[in-house]
């Protein structure tokens, strides 16, 4: 029997993009040997100028492949946009997404691989062939579904939904979303492997991934909610809100689009408490500048400690990983 002090052995996180990702950094260096599965939201998927493109997966796999621009956050470091710029002088739209030219050799592999007939899992794992990430990458579902975002028609007071990526990149979330649909979510089913990864870890963590488009279009996967209510591990989540709005990004835009306040008390209890039956946090922290929060987040029945929760480098981002495994281990069911 392992003791409950023993390190955790299977660590699975759920991730987006940067905040997932960076933080996946922090993990796998505080907890050395440590078997790493990251299941990635792939609701950010698009298909532009006829390339598969898989924003969230692709940052987890470059950051964590030493291939990420550190600047950008997103994309290849020393990137030159030529395509990108040869197609806008054809005048071919969408003009706004940033395809960088060493990026697209990855959407060229992808596109390749899809339509002979692979299976998105068996791409990605391709893909990290090269990377070599030090985690399994899993995308959230094999099939397609896509978020969308539901504002109003520029004239006139009809309604319309667009791709996330148009309303994310393209208006930078400031056009009001009346709703965040993920598209095909009832069709899809948890890629291979990602049920027993969340249901055969030691601990299931939660970077400060985005809560909506992020963390909450994985949890709209049918399953995986179900088997985050079902793991024995110990589930706890890292706060992307500090201070009231987000370290990085528009997810208070996205917050209020479901009628949930940008504080990290009201992510923990949009999450819900384990305890409670439907939630799925046993732990949650926040950052140090919240810790007037903790008691109402334990008033849910979720534990709750502060911390400082900016990732400025590796050892700040492993200490919160320590924190998180630390947490989790403390409300590990005996
Ligand atoms: P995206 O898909 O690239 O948008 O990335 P994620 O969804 O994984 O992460 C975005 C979230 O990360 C944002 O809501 C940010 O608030 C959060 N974030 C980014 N940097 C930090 C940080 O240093 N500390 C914390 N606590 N959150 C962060
Ligand atoms: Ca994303």
Not at 61 to 69: D, H, R, V
Request: charged content about 20%; proline content about 6%; glycine content about 12%.
């Amino acid at each position: 029997m392992p003791s409950t002090s023993a390190a955790p052995r299977r660590i699975t996180a759920l991730a987006g993009g940067i905040g997932g990702a960076r933080f996946v950094r922090g993990l796998i260096a505080a907890a050395p040997g440590a078997e790493v599965t990251v299941i990635g939201n792939t609701g950010d998927d698009i298909w532009i100028h006829g390339l598969r493109v898989c924003p969230d997966l692709d940052t987890v796999m470059y950051t964590l492949g030493g291939g990420i621009s550190e600047e950008r956050g997103w994309g290849r470091e020393d990137e030159t946009f030529t395509v990108k710029d040869e197609l806008a002088a054809y005048g071919v739209e969408p003009a706004w997404f940033g395809l960088g030219d060493r990026d697209i050799g990855t959407h060229l592999v992808r596109t390749q691989m899809l339509n002979a007939g692979y299976p998105l899992s068996a791409v990605t794992q391709a893909l990290c062939a090269r990377w070599q990430p030090g985690v399994r990458l899993l995308p959230m579902t094999d099939e397609r579904a896509e978020t969308h975002v539901v504002v109003n028609v520029r004239d006139g007071d009809g309604r319309r939904a667009i791709h996330f990526q148009e309303w994310w990149v393209r208006y930078q979330a400031r056009l009001e979303a009346h709703a965040i649909v993920l598209v095909g979510a009832d069709d899809a089913k948890p890629g291979p492997g990602v049920v027993e990864a969340i249901e055969g870890a030691d601990v299931v963590v939660l970077p400060p991934s985005n809560p909506v488009v992020s963390i909450g279009t994985i949890l709209q996967v049918p399953g995986i909610r179900e088997s985050l209510l079902r793991t024995p591990a110990p589930v706890v989540g890292v706060s992307p809100i500090v201070g009231g709005r987000p370290v990085r990004g528009m997810a208070d835009a996205c917050l209020t689009a479901i009628g949930v306040q940008t504080t990290a008390a009201a992510v923990a209890a949009h999450y819900g408490s384990r305890s409670s039956g439907s939630g799925i946090l046993d732990g949650w922290l926040v950052d140090t500048s919240d810790r007037d929060a903790v008691a109402a987040v334990e008033a849910l029945g979720i534990a709750c400690e502060s911390r400082p929760l900016l990732m400025s480098d590796l050892l700040s981002t492993t200490a919160m990983a320590t924190a998180a495994l630390a947490l989790a281990e403390h409300n590990a069911v005996p």
